[in-house]
């Protein structure tokens, strides 16, 4: 149930009242996103800090050793991730290492620094879904030049090669022809390869759905001239009603991920049976929004909250 009714609403935000929330947002970029999950948040009688990953930093003066803007050398109740922000190696291993640290101080991430590594490497992700029987699309991960030419001469083309930490449909290629793959420097030497789906007819279609533990939030189409239907590569949203097994799915590829929550793809093989292709642990969705009623901030702000008050429950249990 989406729809809530005011007493319900005023009756959780008394609830969250008192709780402290570190709001993580992306660096460089638009805060559409964040806006509105602040607002939710604080609607709901939250206090809500928003500040970046890259302004936080591990200090020896401070008793609990992390230093989060805003907090004077406390720990928040808990952190709402929106972006870790880009970087370089070192800046991202820093970053995640202040969400492992976090965690393990006892402050509720969400989504958590091991759910975010599982679903920014598209490998890990693959490989987890499809430990959890999750259908996925034939998916061989490897390194070097050599190797992946050996598999694309030993498998069906075409190959879609994905960047894998990629996103947005940056950086896909189809691989008619074993001289299409890229040179080493160009795919930093990992070869994603997946198995190329076709569509069903003269449109590409492919769903996202918006879904925490405990429930699927939202969904949508996106359909395209083009095999890539991101809408940041000009694909279009579309309405879309999530049907059972698609909701099954998502919800189970969440688990697999161990995410608190997550935008998860779809595409339908030939033979009608649906495959997971990604799970983004920092979904956007300003597309999705546009062809729904429902208020996606909000939705996920109430699991988000009901999460972090049943992390509390089981902290003033145990102290
Ligand atoms: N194996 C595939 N076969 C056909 N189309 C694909 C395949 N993989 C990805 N696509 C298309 O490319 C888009 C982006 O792929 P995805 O794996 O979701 O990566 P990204 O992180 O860039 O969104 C998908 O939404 C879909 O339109
Ligand atoms: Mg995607």
Redesign the pocket.
């Known amino acids: 149930m989406l729809q809530r009714s005011s007493t319900q609403a005023s009756a959780e935000a008394a609830s969250a009242g008192g709780l402290r929330i570190a709001l993580f947002l992306e660096e460089e970029s638009g805060n559409w996103h964040v806006r509105r999950l602040a607002e939710a948040m604080r609607r709901r009688g939250a206090s809500v800090v928003v500040t970046s990953l890259p302004r936080c930093a591990f200090d020896t003066a401070l008793a609990n050793g992390i230093d989060i803007p805003g907090f004077d050398g406390q720990l928040p109740d808990a952190v709402f991730v929106r972006s870790i922000s880009a970087g370089t190696l070192e800046q991202i291993t820093f970053r995640l290492g202040i969400l492992h640290a976090l965690r393990s101080s006892g402050v509720r991430v969400w989504n958590d620094a091991r759910a975010i590594e599982r679903c920014v490497d598209?490998s890990m992700t693959t490989f987890l879904l499809h430990q959890a029987g999750i259908p996925t699309?034939r998916t061989r991960t490897i390194e070097g030049h050599e190797p992946a030419v050996q598999h694309a001469r030993t498998t069906k083309l075409p190959l879609?090669f994905?960047p894998l930490f990629?996103?947005?449909?940056?950086g896909?290629l189809r691989i008619d022809a074993v001289s299409d793959l890229p040179e080493p420097e160009a795919a930093d030497n990992i070869y994603h390869l997946?198995?190329?789906?076709p569509p069903a007819g003269a449109t590409?279609e492919?769903w996202r759905v918006i879904v925490t533990r405990d429930r699927v939030v939202a969904a949508m189409a996106?359909r395209a001239g083009n095999?890539?239907?991101?809408v940041h590569q000009g694909g279009t949203p579309a309405p879309f009603e999530t049907p059972p097994e698609m909701a099954a799915l998502a919800k189970a590829s969440i688990a697999a991920v161990d995410a608190d929550y997550g935008g998860v793809?779809f595409?339908r093989a030939p033979d009608g049976g649906l495959l997971v292709?990604?799970v983004?642990s920092n979904p956007s969705w300003r597309g999705l929004q546009s062809v729904t009623d429902i208020d996606i901030a909000d939705a996920v702000v109430e699991d988000f909250l009901s999460a972090v008050r049943a992390h509390q429950g089981v902290r003033s249990c145990q102290a």
């Open positions: 598209k699309p879609i994905k990629g996103s947005q449909g940056k896909l997946q198995d190329y789906v590409f492919d996106r095999w890539i239907t991101n793809d595409i292709l990604e983004n």
